[in-house]
C-alpha cells in the first residue's frame, strides 16, 4: 500500500494515512480488504533464514589457508605410504588429520552463530494485537496485522507493528532500545516535519518497543520487513562480518607457505635429477615423492592447533574479567583498537535516572548517589548546613513528587529496580533519600493524566490535598503562592523570573527539569488545577556510571580515542561526553547533520569530533565506515537494537550483557557480563598482551620451520661437501633409492612439528603481560601479525639453525669438512636431537624481538614445564626401543648430548648479540 508520496505518515494529518491505507478512524479496515492483504503481502514476521547446519558450520572450518595446506600434507603422505608400505599404517597422515581435526572441533565450538541475531529480533515481536476491523475490536496474532489495521494500545502493551498514531491519551513509549533515547517518549497525533530523524517522531509507534504509559489507537503503515525493526534486520544482515588482522595474516602466511612449498618441491627434485644419477621410471616417481615430501615438511603442522588454542585460552582469561568473547580470532583485534565508538544509554551511563539537584525558595539542595539504590546524602549547594525551614521546603517538593507519581520501587535481592516510567521512579528513589518513609500516599481519589498538550499530572487525594508535576514553565503559570519555610506568599514577577533562569541553568546543565507544586481543596471538591503553591524545580539526569571516567582517561593513555554515538538529545549528550573527558569542545554532529553529509564530509567530521546526537542504525554505519576508511581499527559498543548492525560492521562489536537486548548480543563479537565501561579497557589490556602471545610464538614456530627447511634443503645441496651420502642403491638411507642421503627422515620433521614444537608454543601463550603494554598506542592498521623485523629475525635464527644442525651432522659421519665415525643412522640421530633442542633454545628468544631472553627468565612457568616436557619425549625417542624403531634413531651417549646441547645454544648466543646491537 502507497502512502502519500510527498512525505512519511509522521509528516501527514492521520486522516490523510487513514485514507490512503482505505481504513477508517473508527471502522479500521473490513475483513475481506485485511485477508487479501495479508494473503497479497505476507504475514508481519522478519525474514527468517533457513539456519547452518551443523555439519556445513563444521566444514567451514577447513576454508583456511594454512588448513588446506595440511590437508594437501596429509593427502601427499598417505599416497607416500600407499606407494612405500614402510610401516604398518600411515602414521604420518593420521597424525596430519588429527591435529586438523582438533583445530576444526576447538573453532566449531567457539564460532559465532551470527543468524541468531535475526531470530532475537522476532523474538522481540508482540505475540497478539488488538484490533478494530469493520468496526469491531479483537484480538488477533500479531503476525495477521497488515498495512491499514488499526490497532488498540494500552499500557504495557508491546507495539507489535509500526503505525502512524490517530488518538493518544497520555501516551508513552520506551524506545531506547531502538533510537537510544533514554528516557520515555511521550506521543501525540499531531503531524510532523518531513525531515523529522526516528528519534523526533512522536506521532509514530514502532514495532518492538513497549507502551509505558496512557492508552491510543494508530493505523499501522508498515509490517514485517518493512518496519523499522525489519530494516534494522535487514542492515544486519547486510553488514559484512570484518575479517580480523589475524586472519588475514594468517591467509598471507599460508599462501606464503603454499608458494614456498611449491617452489622448495621443484628445487629438491630438480637438484636430485641433476646430481644424482636417476634411472628408470621407478627412481624418478621415487625422486618425485620425496621432493613433495620434504616440501610437507616445511608447513608448520602444529600452527593452526596452537593458534586456536590460545585463543580459545585468552577468551577464559578475559571471561575471569567480564568480557565474554563470542568469536576466537576477535581477542587479538581488541589489543590493536585505536577507536572506541561507545553509545551513552546504559553504557557510559547507568541507563537509571537519578534526581541531583532540587530547588526551592531557600536555595539548591544536591543529592548524592546514582540510580535506584534510595542512598545519599543531601546537602546544600553552598556546603552550609540544611536549615529546618528549607528542610521543610525539600520534603514537601518531594512528598508532591511523591503522591503525583504512578511508579514503583522494587528492592529484591540487594538490587533496587523501578516498575513503570523512569522519571518518577527518580522521584520515588529521591523522596526516600529525603527520608519520607516510602508508605503509599494518602488515598488517591482521582487523577488527571499527562499528556503532551497538558505537559502536567495531578492526583488528588484524601482530605482535599491536590499534587501536581510537570513542565515547569506550565506549572509556573498555574502558580499564584510559592511555599517559604512553613508558610506560604504570593510569587511576584521577580521571583517568577528567578524560578525561570534556575530552570534554565538546569537544563543547560543537560538536567530534565520538572516543577511540583500543591494546594488545598475543600472535602468532596472536584480537582482543580488552578491557584497551586509552587514547591520547588527538581534536576534529574541519567548519570554516568562511576567507573566510565577513568577508564575513557586510561583509553586515551593507551592512545585509544573515545567516541560517543548516541540516539539522545544534543545537548544531553555533549553534557556528558564533557563531565567523562570525551569531548571538551562541546561539538555535536547530529542525525540530520550527517544525512546532509557526503562521505567526504563525513570523513573531515569523524576526524575531528567526537559526539554524535540523535543519530539512527545508518548513521551509525556510516560512522564506522568513516573511521575505517581512514585506517582506525574500531570497536563499537551498545546495547539496544539499533546498535546491532554497526556491532556486525565494527572490527569488534561488544554489547551489554544485562540491559543489552538479544539482537545486540548476537551481532557482537564481545559482551560485557557486568555491563562496566571500563571492562572495555581491561579486555583491551587482555587484548593486547594475547596478541603478543601470538606473536611470540608465530615467531618460535616459522623460526624453527625455517630452520627445519634450511637443514634439508642445504642438506641435500651440500651432502656431498659435508659427507652426506647413503649407501649405494638406497635414497636417504631406505632400500631401492637413488643414493641421496637426508638430513632428517620425515617422519623425524612431523615429531619436531607435532610434538616437540607443540607444548613451548602454547605456554608462550600463557606468557604474562609485559610491563607498559597499556602505555604503548595501538599498532597501525596495516601493520601486519608479522613485521618485516620479525621476518628477518626468523630468517636469521633458521639460518642458524640450519648451519648448526649440519655442521653436528658432519661431525657425526665420515669425510665431509669434519671427519667423524659414526653412520648415517648415528649422524641423523645427531642432527634430530640438536634440531630439537635448536627449537628449545630458540623458545626462550621468541619471548621478544628487543628485550633480552634473560628479562623475566622464570616468569613464565608453564614455558619451563614444556621445554622439560619436549625433552623427554625427544628422550622416549631415542630410547624407548618401539620408537626408536618407528624413528629411526639410536640411543646417545652423555658426549653426544653434550656437542648437540653446545651447538643448540648457539642461536640463544647469537640472538642476544643481535639484540644488543639493536637495542
Known amino acids: 500500500m502507497i502512502l502519500p508520496p510527498l512525505a512519511g505518515p509522521w509528516a501527514s494529518e492521520a486522516s490523510e494515512v487513514l485514507v490512503a491505507l482505505g481504513s477508517g478512524a473508527a471502522t479500521g479496515l473490513p475483513e475481506d480488504t485485511a485477508r487479501e492483504r495479508l494473503q497479497r503481502l505476507g504475514p508481519?514476521?522478519?525474514?527468517?533464514?533457513?539456519?547452518?547446519?551443523?555439519?556445513?558450520?563444521?566444514?567451514?572450518?577447513?576454508?583456511?589457508?594454512?588448513?588446506?595446506?595440511?590437508?594437501?600434507?596429509?593427502?601427499?603422505?598417505?599416497?607416500l605410504w600407499l606407494a612405500e608400505r614402510d610401516t604398518p599404517l600411515p602414521f604420518e597422515a593420521m597424525a596430519i588429520l588429527a591435529v586438523v581435526l582438533l583445530n576444526a572441533v576447538m573453532g566449531h565450538v567457539q564460532a559465532a552463530r551470527a543468524e541468531q541475531a535475526v531470530a532475537a529480533l522476532g523474538r522481540m515481536s508482540a505475540a497478539r494485537a488488538l484490533v478494530v476491523r469493520g468496526g469491531a475490536p479483537r484480538g488477533i496474532p500479531a503476525a495477521e496485522l497488515v498495512p491499514g489495521d488499526l490497532i488498540l494500545i494500552e499500557e504495557g502493551a508491546t507495539i507489535p507493528a509500526d503505525a502512524r498514531?490517530?488518538?493518544?491519551?497520555?501516551?508513552?513509549?520506551?524506545?531506547?532500545?531502538?533510537?537510544?533515547?533514554?528516557?520515555?517518549?511521550?506521543?501525540?497525533?499531531?503531524?510532523?516535519?518531513?525531515?523529522?530523524?526516528?528519534?523526533?517522531?512522536?506521532?509514530?509507534?514502532?514495532?518492538?518497543?513497549?507502551?509505558?504509559?496512557?492508552?491510543?489507537?494508530?493505523?499501522?503503515?508498515?509490517?514485517?520487513?518493512?518496519?523499522?525493526?525489519?530494516?534494522?534486520?535487514?542492515?544486519?544482515?547486510?553488514?559484512?562480518?570484518?575479517?580480523?588482522?589475524?586472519?588475514?595474516?594468517?591467509?598471507?602466511?599460508?599462501?606464503?607457505?603454499?608458494?614456498?612449498?611449491?617452489?622448495?618441491?621443484?628445487?629438491?627434485?630438480?637438484?636430485?635429477?641433476?646430481?644424482?644419477?636417476?634411472?628408470?621410471?621407478?627412481?624418478v616417481f621415487d625422486v618425485l615423492l620425496l621432493g613433495v615430501a620434504l616440501a610437507v615438511a616445511a608447513v608448520p603442522e602444529g600452527l593452526p592447533a596452537v593458534v586456536t588454542a590460545v585463543l580459545s585460552v585468552g577468551v577464559q582469561r578475559m571471561a575471569r574479567r567480564h568480557a565474554i568473547l563470542r568469536h576466537l580470532a576477535a581477542v587479538e583485534t581488541l589489543g590493536s583498537a585505536d577507536v572506541i565508538a561507545s553509545d551513552k544509554t546504559g553504557t557510559l551511563t547507568?541507563?537509571?535516572?537519578?534526581?541531583?539537584?532540587?530547588?526551592?525558595?531557600?536555595?539548591?539542595?544536591?543529592?548524592?548517589?546514582?540510580?535506584?539504590?534510595?542512598?545519599?546524602?543531601?546537602?546544600?549547594?553552598?556546603?552550609?548546613?540544611?536549615?529546618?525551614?528549607?528542610?521543610?521546603?525539600?520534603l514537601a517538593a518531594l512528598e508532591a513528587a511523591e503522591?503525583?507519581?504512578?511508579?514503583?520501587?522494587?528492592?529484591?535481592?540487594?538490587?533496587?529496580?523501578?516498575?513503570?516510567?523512569?522519571?518518577?521512579?527518580?522521584?520515588?528513589?529521591?523522596?526516600?533519600?529525603?527520608?519520607?518513609?516510602?508508605?503509599?500516599?494518602?488515598?488517591?481519589?482521582?487523577?488527571?493524566?499527562?499528556?503532551?498538550?497538558?505537559?502536567?499530572?495531578?492526583?488528588?487525594?484524601?482530605?482535599?490535598?491536590?499534587?501536581?508535576?510537570?513542565?515547569?514553565?506550565?506549572?509556573?503559570?498555574?502558580?499564584?503562592?510559592?511555599?517559604?519555610?512553613?508558610?506560604?506568599?504570593?510569587?511576584?514577577?521577580?521571583?517568577?523570573?528567578?524560578?525561570?533562569?534556575?530552570n534554565a541553568a538546569m537544563a543547560g546543565q543537560a538536567l530534565r527539569t520538572l516543577a511540583v507544586a500543591g494546594r488545598a481543596l475543600p472535602p468532596g471538591a472536584a480537582p482543580d488545577e488552578r491557584e497551586l503553591v509552587f514547591l520547588g524545580l527538581i534536576g534529574m539526569r541519567d548519570p554516568p556510571r562511576e567507573e566510565a571516567k577513568p577508564a575513557v582517561a586510561r583509553a586515551r593513555a593507551a592512545g585509544i580515542r573515545p567516541i560517543m554515538i548516541t540516539g539522545d538529545h544534543p545537548a544531553t549528550a555533549a553534557a556528558i561526553a564533557r563531565e567523562l573527558?570525551?569531548?571538551?569542545?562541546?561539538?555535536?554532529?547530529?542525525?540530520?547533520?550527517?544525512?546532509?553529509?557526503?562521505?567526504?564530509?563525513?570523513?573531515?567530521?569523524?576526524?575531528?569530533?567526537?559526539?554524535?546526537?540523535?543519530?539512527?542504525?545508518?548513521?551509525?554505519?556510516?560512522?564506522?565506515?568513516?573511521?575505517?576508511?581512514q585506517g582506525a581499527t574500531v570497536a563499537m559498543t551498545g546495547d539496544g537494537v539499533n546498535d546491532a548492525p554497526a556491532l556486525r560492521r565494527a572490527d569488534i562489536g561488544i554489547a551489554m550483557g544485562i540491559t543489552g537486548t538479544d539482537v545486540s548480543k548476537q551481532a557482537a563479537d564481545m559482551v560485557l557480563a557486568d555491563d562496566n565501561f571500563a571492562t572495555i579497557v581491561a579486555a583491551v589490556e587482555e587484548g593486547r598482551a594475547i596478541f603478543s602471545n601470538i606473536r611470540k610464538f608465530l615467531r618460535y614456530l616459522l623460526s624453527s620451520n625455517i630452520g627445519e627447511v634450511m637443514t634439508m634443503f642445504l642438506g641435500v645441496v651440500l651432502g656431498g661437501v659435508i659427507g652426506l651420502t647413503a649407501?649405494?642403491?638406497?635414497?636417504?638411507?631406505?632400500?631401492?633409492?637413488?643414493?641421496?642421503?637426508?638430513?632428517?627422515?620425515?617422519?623425524?620433521?612431523?615429531?619436531?612439528?607435532?610434538?616437540?614444537?607443540?607444548?613451548?608454543?602454547?605456554?608462550?601463550?600463557?606468557?604474562?603481560?609485559?610491563?607498559?603494554?597499556?602505555?604503548r598506542p595501538p599498532r597501525p592498521r596495516g601493520e601486519g601479525v608479522i613485521t618485516p623485523r620479525m621476518w628477518w629475525g626468523i630468517l636469521q635464527v633458521g639460518l642458524v639453525m640450519a648451519a648448526g644442525t649440519l655442521l653436528v651432522l658432519d661431525a657425526a659421519m665420515p669425510g665431509g669438512l669434519i671427519e667423524g665415525?659414526?653412520?648415517?643412522?648415528?649422524?641423523?640421530?645427531?642432527?634430530?636431537?640438536?634440531?630439537?633442542?635448536?627449537?628449545?633454545?630458540?623458545?626462550?628468544?621468541?619471548?621478544?624481538?628487543?628485550?633480552?631472553?634473560?628479562?623475566?627468565?622464570?616468569?613464565?612457568?608453564?614455558?619451563?614445564?614444556?621445554?622439560?616436557?619436549s625433552v623427554g619425549l625427544h628422550a622416549a625417542v631415542l630410547y624407548v626401543p618401539p620408537l626408536r624403531e618407528a624413528f629411526s634413531t639410536e640411543a646417545l651417549g652423555w658426549r653426544d648430548w653434550l656437542v648437540c646441547t653446545g651447538a643448540a645454544s648457539s642461536v640463544l648466543w647469537l640472538r642476544e648479540a643481535a639484540k644488543l646491537l639493536g637495542r
Open 581 to 629: 573527558g570525551i569531548s571538551a569542545d562541546g561539538r555535536v554532529v547530529t542525525g540530520a547533520a550527517i544525512e546532509a553529509m557526503d562521505d567526504a564530509a563525513l570523513d573531515a567530521a569523524v576526524r575531528d569530533i567526537s559526539v554524535y546526537a540523535r543519530v539512527n542504525p545508518e548513521h551509525k554505519l556510516r560512522i564506522v565506515a568513516a573511521l575505517q576508511a
Open 350 to 394: 547507568r541507563n537509571e535516572m537519578t534526581v541531583c539537584r532540587i530547588v526551592t525558595a531557600g536555595g539548591a539542595v544536591l543529592l548524592e548517589g546514582t540510580g535506584y539504590t534510595p542512598r545519599g546524602r543531601l546537602a546544600r549547594e553552598d556546603g552550609a548546613p540544611i536549615a529546618p525551614a528549607q528542610h521543610g521546603e525539600l
Open 403 to 502: 503522591c503525583a507519581n504512578n511508579a514503583l520501587l522494587r528492592e529484591k535481592d540487594g538490587h533496587w529496580s523501578v516498575l513503570g516510567d523512569p522519571t518518577e521512579g527518580a522521584l520515588l528513589v529521591a523522596a526516600r533519600k529525603a527520608g519520607l518513609a516510602g508508605v503509599s500516599p494518602p488515598d488517591r481519589e482521582a487523577e488527571l493524566p499527562f499528556s503532551s498538550e497538558r505537559k502536567l499530572m495531578s492526583t488528588l487525594h484524601a482530605g482535599g490535598r491536590l499534587f501536581a508535576k510537570g513542565a515547569p514553565d506550565v506549572l509556573l503559570g498555574l502558580c499564584t503562592l510559592e511555599r517559604v519555610g512553613e508558610a506560604t506568599r504570593p510569587l511576584t514577577t521577580e521571583r517568577r523570573e528567578e524560578i525561570l533562569h534556575a
Open 821 to 869: 665415525t659414526g653412520d648415517l643412522r648415528h649422524g641423523q640421530t645427531m642432527a634430530f636431537t640438536t634440531l630439537t633442542l635448536f627449537q628449545l633454545f630458540n623458545v626462550l628468544n621468541a619471548r621478544s624481538d628487543e628485550r633480552s631472553a634473560f628479562a623475566g627468565l622464570f616468569a613464565n612457568r608453564w614455558l619451563w614445564g614444556a621445554i622439560l616436557l
Open 727 to 775: 649407501p649405494e642403491g638406497t635414497l636417504g638411507g631406505t632400500p631401492g633409492g637413488s643414493g641421496v642421503a637426508l638430513p632428517l627422515l620425515a617422519t623425524q620433521i612431523l615429531w619436531i612439528n607435532l610434538v616437540t614444537d607443540g607444548a613451548p608454543a602454547l605456554a608462550l601463550g600463557l606468557d604474562p603481560a609485559g610491563r607498559g603494554i597499556m602505555a
Open 44 to 79: 508481519n514476521e522478519l525474514a527468517q533464514e533457513p539456519p547452518i547446519p551443523g555439519w556445513r558450520r563444521f566444514l567451514e572450518q577447513f576454508r583456511d589457508t594454512l588448513v588446506i595446506l595440511l590437508l594437501a600434507a596429509a593427502l601427499i603422505s598417505a599416497l
Open 165 to 283: 498514531l490517530v488518538e493518544a491519551m497520555a501516551l508513552e513509549t520506551a524506545e531506547a532500545a531502538l533510537t537510544g533515547e533514554s528516557l520515555p517518549v511521550s506521543k501525540h497525533s499531531a503531524p510532523l516535519p518531513a525531515d523529522a530523524v526516528l528519534a523526533e517522531r512522536a506521532n509514530m509507534l514502532f514495532s518492538g518497543t513497549v507502551a509505558t504509559r496512557g492508552h491510543g489507537r494508530a493505523v499501522v503503515t508498515a509490517t514485517g520487513m518493512g518496519t523499522e525493526m525489519g530494516r534494522i534486520a535487514g542492515l544486519l544482515k547486510a553488514a559484512p562480518p570484518e575479517t580480523t588482522p589475524l586472519q588475514r595474516e594468517l591467509d598471507r602466511v599460508g599462501r606464503l607457505l603454499g608458494r614456498i612449498v611449491l617452489a622448495i618441491a621443484v628445487v629438491m627434485v630438480a637438484t636430485i635429477l641433476l646430481l644424482d644419477d636417476v634411472r628408470g621410471w621407478s627412481a
